[in-house]
């Protein structure tokens, strides 16, 4: 044997890995189980998880829209009551009045009602592709999720041959797209075959190439249709009967594949054109395309979003699979502790990426992927805060447009919401809904005794909305989208509040907090809630110039119980009564939401309700579900405390994260992900309260590093440095004019502002720890530390 033929035979076993993309999830296995090794891929309307097997690759795959249950299915009813409801609430309010409670089961047995055809959010099917037998070794195998590309790459050598596989989900091309090749020629044999669950009527045909399914949900009666269309370079395609098609020998196989229903997002019958028009449009259009130009295509319209934030918090390129970086975590190399850290927060905007893009709907409870035909929870929208925790990244980490799935999405609940507010309450003005809430206007009640009375669920949705305004400063949302909504929501609660006997506030009455003790007046949450709501409702007001709502908004505002009350053992309370138990430990806090998301808790005006707010977080402890868990990252981050944030966060990482980064409330919940990654930017930047807070909670472990292209309230973008636990440098962006005031952990008497273009020095009133200028619309500023270079201030 000559040396070259040598080393040709050796060359594939020596072969390195591929090289790793900087940000990734890495496996050297293919996925043996959906949920905890599955990688996703999504382009919002469509997911797929990759398994990546040798002989066997399976790629499931959903498409939002395709759901049982709702219009369609028998007795589907939004969860509204046959009667009014009115006088059970008048009875439950009653008996709390009078008796100070009412358990949990008697509420629901008054208010609650049983579900009827909620449905579910269904796998769409899979689609399987056996390999031609090869009994040759494996080697080098990686299945490797870049989040630089938004793309899942398997590789492996067999035989002397270098395989290679490559998954994207295209937004642009609005299709899935998968790439087979080798090395070699003529090493691509496979036969395809698509799988899906026995709960619908399926047809099948194949077209030159592409297989189409189409059928109806038996629940509901739901059209749905799949094309998978498989174009072979080299070798033969031929169909096995209707539902399977066979390539042998091909040199590489592109396939192609788009899913979608009849569903359209309008009340009362949610249901619009068969999908078939537009899904073969797409794939017609796909289809002319070479896969380099679907791939450059999708990866440009990915990182024109992805690559907006960069943080560098000390982590270095690694090539260890994710699950070991897990394993390790804390016990040895802090670098690769951080190059896990870095790796969730940007994993947490990918997901977001891949799960909510305009013109499909939100992100649900597991984002846009769901193996099953009765997901945990339905894989529904819950709205006492898993919906709201999806997309409170979406600001800070420079992703405002996902929000419009989230818009589109709630702007339809209020039609149906405004009925549910007439049945379920007998408020006839404005409208809300309850726990949970599926894609067909469910906005009425379950039986759930612990959980579902949440009459606040519209209240906190509308936050999002003044959010947006609030980050981007578009005064045209605001008032064309953002306080119609508002408004109707409040006009709700300006109904609904009632006088509390024992001191005439107003209160929220029935009012239970998530997801335990007794139904009372007045807990904390529900009062926070209505109170967020109605000061934003009334600023919107104030600046769009209506008066009238913002004089009854105020006056209504100055009566309301503002659910903020130290209690005996310095701790915030839960209830309007002083009953917390000290030993509670119970997931959800909501009687923070004065701290986060809201922001009634000044943490630098209000020291003592800092106090009692962290009290309370140490007394509920650093444990919970996953999405409880990000939930007091956010908190400790806003009670300024980056230490305390960074071990919860590492304790989510190491208690509650599956070996592919996916959130584990358990099961599988996407809210932790996204959650946990707005924590980390609320660590960075605060803007809650009026000022522009840099590095307000720093933990010890991220001692030097940078970020770029956070956002702030106000149109604010943001750069920074930091070194030695302080910041050394910033640059602020400003869309429009206004007044900035900046804090700082250090005095800012070591700071100079700079124009960032003109390099000018400019003036910063200066007190301490906070300073203030002027920002142009449309300019950008440096402010640096006298410790960052040779600069001296003065
Ligand atoms: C809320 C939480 C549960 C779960 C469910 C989907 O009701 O209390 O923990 O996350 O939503």
């Known amino acids: 044997m000559s040396v070259m033929s040598l080393l040709a035979c050796l060359c594939p076993t020596l072969m390195a890995a591929e090289p ?122 990686q299945r490797v999720l870049s989040l630089d590309n938004a793309q899942v790459d398997v590789t492996y050598t067999q035989g002397g041959v270098h395989y290679k596989r490559e998954y994207l989900a295209s937004y642009p091309d609005g299709v899935i797209a998968i790439k087979l090749s080798a090395d070699k020629p003529g090493k691509i044999s496979l036969r395809a075959t698509l799988g899906v669950p026995d709960n619908r009527s399926i047809n099948t045909r194949i077209e030159s190439g592409r297989l189409i399914a189409t059928g109806k949900l038996h629940s509901n009666g739901l059209q749905y249709e799949t094309q998978i269309q498989f174009l072979n370079q080299g070798g033969e395609l031929s169909a096995v009967g209707d539902n399977a098609l066979r390539i042998a020998k091909a040199d590489s196989l592109i396939i192609l594949l788009n899913a979608g229903t009849d569903y359209a997002q309008h009340y009362p019958h949610y249901r619009g054109q068969h999908p078939h028009k537009k899904l073969q449009q797409a794939m017609d259009t796909a289809r002319a395309k070479s896969f380099a130009q679907i791939q450059a295509d999708h990866r440009a319209d990915y990182q024109a979003l992805f690559t907006r934030v960069n943080l560098n918090i000390g982590q270095r390129s690694s090539t260890e699979p994710t699950a070991a970086l897990l394993k390790k975590y804390k016990t040895g190399d802090a670098q690769l502790d951080r190059t896990l850290e870095a790796t969730y927060f940007q994993f947490g905007r990918y997901l977001l990426i891949a799960s909510s893009r305009a013109g499909s709907l939100p992100a649900n409870l597991q984002g846009v992927w769901n193996n099953s035909v009765t997901p945990p929870w339905n894989a529904d929208y819950h709205v006492n805060i898993n919906l709201q925790m999806n997309y409170w990244l979406a600001e800070t980490t420079n992703l405002p447009e996902l929000m419009e799935p989230y818009f589109d999405f709630v702007d339809s609940l209020v039609e149906p919401g405004t009925i549910a507010a007439k049945k379920v309450t007998g408020v006839n003005s404005g409208w809300t809904l309850f726990l949970n809430t599926n894609i067909w206007g469910f906005t009425g009640v379950i039986e759930w005794p612990t959980a579902f009375w949440q009459p606040e669920a519209a209240a906190w949705l509308a936050q999002h909305y003044y959010e947006h305004y609030l980050f981007s400063g578009d005064e045209q949302f605001l008032r064309e989208r953002a306080y119609p909504l508002m408004r109707s929501a409040t006009d709700f609660w300006l109904a609904f509040l009632i006088k509390d006997p024992r001191d005439g506030k107003l209160i929220v009455s029935p009012s239970f907090s998530p997801e335990q003790g007794n139904f009372t007046n007045g807990a904390a949450m529900s009062q926070q809630i209505v109170f967020d709501l109605l000061r934003n409702t009334h600023e919107a007001a104030v600046r769009l110039g209506d008066k009238k709502s913002a004089q009854k908004i105020y006056s209504t505002l100055a009566q309301l119980d503002s659910g903020i009350r130290i209690g005996s053992w310095g701790q915030l309370q839960e209830w309007k009564e002083d009953v917390d138990d000290p030993k509670n430990d119970h997931r959800h806090i909501s009687h923070l939401f004065a701290l986060h998301p809201g922001r009634q808790i000044d943490a630098h005006k209000q020291p003592q309700l800092l106090q009692a707010a962290r009290t309370t977080l140490n007394a509920r402890g650093d444990g919970g579900t996953g999405w409880s868990q990000a939930w007091k990252v956010n908190m400790w981050a806003r009670a300024l405390d980056g230490t305390r944030a960074h071990k919860v966060l ?64 106000g149109g604010i973008t943001l750069d920074l440095k930091w070194h030695n636990h302080a910041l050394t440098e910033a640059t602020i962006s400003s869309t429009s004019k206004q007044f900035l005031q900046l804090r700082i952990a250090q005095p800012l008497t070591k700071f100079l502002l700079k124009d960032a273009t003109k390099g000018k020095t400019l003036e910063l009133k200066r007190e301490g720890n906070t300073g203030s200028f002027i920002a142009q619309g449309g300019s950008s500023y440096r402010l640096i530390s006298s410790d960052a270079g040779s600069e001296k201030p003065f």
């Open 20 to 141: 790793l993309p900087s940000m990734a999830v890495v496996f050297e296995q293919p996925a043996q189980d959906w949920e905890t090794q599955g990688l996703p891929i999504g382009n919002g309307a469509m997911g797929a998880v990759i398994a990546g097997g040798v002989e066997r690759d399976l790629i499931q795959f959903n498409e939002k829209t395709l759901w049982t249950g709702g219009p369609g299915a028998q007795g589907y009813d939004f969860g509204w009551p046959q009667k009014p409801r009115a006088e059970a609430l008048a009875q439950a309010r009653k008996i709390i009045t009078g008796q100070g409670s009412l358990a949990p089961e008697a509420a629901a047995r008054l208010l609650g009602q049983k579900i009827t055809a909620y449905g579910d959010y269904q796998t769409f099917g899979e689609l399987q592709l056996a390999f031609e037998k090869n009994d040759s070794d494996v080697r080098s195998y």
């Open 650 to 713: 590492g304790e989510q990482l190491q208690r509650s994260t599956l070996s592919n980064l996916w959130d584990n409330h358990p099961p599988f919940q996407i809210d932790g992900n996204f959650g946990a990654a707005a924590g980390i930017a609320e660590m960075l930047v605060q803007s809650h309260n009026g000022e522009l807070h840099l590095l307000p909670a720093l933990p010890d472990a991220w001692p030097s590093g940078s970020v770029t292209g956070l956002r702030a309230r």
